[in-house]
Nanobody
Framework: QVQLVESGGGLVQAGGSLRLSCTAS????????VGWFRQAPGNEREFVAL????????DYADSVKGRFTISRDNAKNTVYLQMNSLKPEDTAVYYC?????????????????????WGQGTQVTVSS
């Protein structure tokens, strides 16, 4: 199995930045698509960003385009989510998720049901 551990959450002022990390154990990330999702109380789990195993394909929710950047360091089995210009509406628990997909897959990855492995979540709170 793949175990995912998120870190980097916390409290930040609006307009500030935060970098989340997701590190895998048990398996490597070398052939896994990795996504970030978030969920606020009472809301559905929302797609944030994804990255392919190679890093060639990335995708972002419209609400975070231009502000968030997803990247990966396969040597460290780690995926990052750099969050800039944070807004109060970004407040949520952020989850990383992973699933093995064929090489050169260019579609999908925005639905929670497409991911088999999930981290425990890390709280991000953006104050006004």
């Amino acid at each position: 199995q793949v175990q995912l551990v998120e870190s980097g959450g916390g409290l930040v002022q609006a307009g500030g930045s935060l970098r989340l990390s997701c590190t895998a154990s048990g398996r490597t990330f070398s052939d896994y698509r990795v996504g970030w999702f978030r969920q606020a109380p009472g809301n559905e789990r929302e797609f944030v960003a994804l990255i392919s195993w190679s890093g060639r394909r990335t995708d972002y929710a419209d609400s975070v385009k231009g502000r968030f950047t997803i990247s990966r360091d396969n040597a460290k089995n780690t995926v990052y989510l750099q969050m800039n210009s944070l807004k109060p509406e970004d407040t949520a628990v952020y989850y990383c998720a992973a699933n093995r997909v064929p090489l050169r897959t260019v579609v999908g990855g925005t639905l929670p049901r497409e991911y088999a492995y999930w981290g425990q979540g890390t709280q991000v709170t953006v104050s006004s």
